[in-house]
């Protein structure tokens, strides 16, 4: 969702080993008919990133990744703005995504042993009356019940005077 642009974006994928293989085939093969391109210009699942140096850190995530020995299995180019659907196999704690946001479309495929190693479930959900947001500079505060009115809302003192107000000089 919106290039991987979000803050609740999975940012990784844990797989048992077991079936991993499958399903890095079966997710590769939908990163595959997922076009990037200029929404202006056709039909397409990936618009452009925020800019070029988001883009830019993007493949550079990608290029670590493969360059410590990550699977490029889909996806991993780069031009200008748009960045295709990108799946990463193999993806260890040495290499820069295994820690780092990407806010990018990229899926990092990390092989786990069994449950006791396996945390997985997606991120974007929310829970109308929960506050919630990102932390330091990211978003524009709390959304959600009471707490995003108090983020997005000043109280401030108006008196409207329904009648002409008397002065004594």
Same mark, same amino acid.
């Given at each position: 969702?919106y290039? /991987?642009?979000i803050?609740?974006s999975?940012?990784r994928?844990?797989?048992?080993?077991?079936? %991993?293989?499958?399903?890095?085939?079966k997710l590769? %093969?939908? #990163?595959?008919t &997922?076009?990037a391109? *200029?929404?202006?210009?056709?039909?397409v699942?990936?618009?452009?990133?925020?800019?070029? +140096?988001a %883009?830019?850190r @993007?493949?550079? &995530?990608?290029?670590? #990744?493969?360059?410590? =020995?990550?699977?490029? @299995? %889909?996806?991993?180019?780069?031009? =200008?703005?748009?960045?295709? #659907?990108t799946v &990463?196999d193999?993806?260890?704690?040495a290499v820069?995504?295994?820690?780092?946001?990407s $806010? /990018?479309?990229i899926?990092?495929?990390?092989?786990v042993?069994?449950?006791? +190693?396996?945390?997985?479930g997606?991120?974007v959900?929310?829970?109308?009356?929960?506050? $919630?947001?990102?932390?330091?500079?990211? /978003?524009y505060?709390?959304?959600?019940?009471?707490?995003?009115i108090?983020? $997005?809302? *000043?109280?401030?003192?108006?008196?409207?005077?329904t009648?002409?107000?008397?002065?004594? $000089?």
């Amino acid at each position: 969702m919106y290039q /991987g642009q979000i803050c609740m974006s999975t940012e990784r994928v844990m797989v048992d080993q077991e079936i %991993a293989d499958d399903f890095v085939a079966k997710l590769s %093969a939908k #990163a595959h008919t &997922l076009p990037a391109g *200029d929404p202006c210009k056709g039909n397409v699942v990936l618009g452009p990133l925020i800019g070029l +140096d988001a %883009a830019e850190r @993007v493949e550079g &995530l990608v290029n670590d #990744a493969v360059g410590k =020995g990550a699977k490029l @299995v %889909a996806g991993g180019k780069r031009d =200008g703005c748009i960045v295709a #659907a990108t799946v &990463l196999d193999h993806v260890t704690p040495a290499v820069r995504i295994y820690h780092e946001e990407s $806010f /990018g479309p990229i899926a990092p495929i990390i092989g786990v042993r069994d449950v006791k +190693d396996h945390i997985n479930g997606p991120t974007v959900q929310d829970e109308a009356q929960i506050p $919630f947001s990102g932390t330091k500079a990211s /978003g524009y505060g709390r959304f959600g019940g009471q707490a995003a009115i108090n983020e $997005f809302t *000043d109280v401030r003192w108006i008196t409207v005077e329904t009648e002409p107000h008397q002065y004594p $000089f």
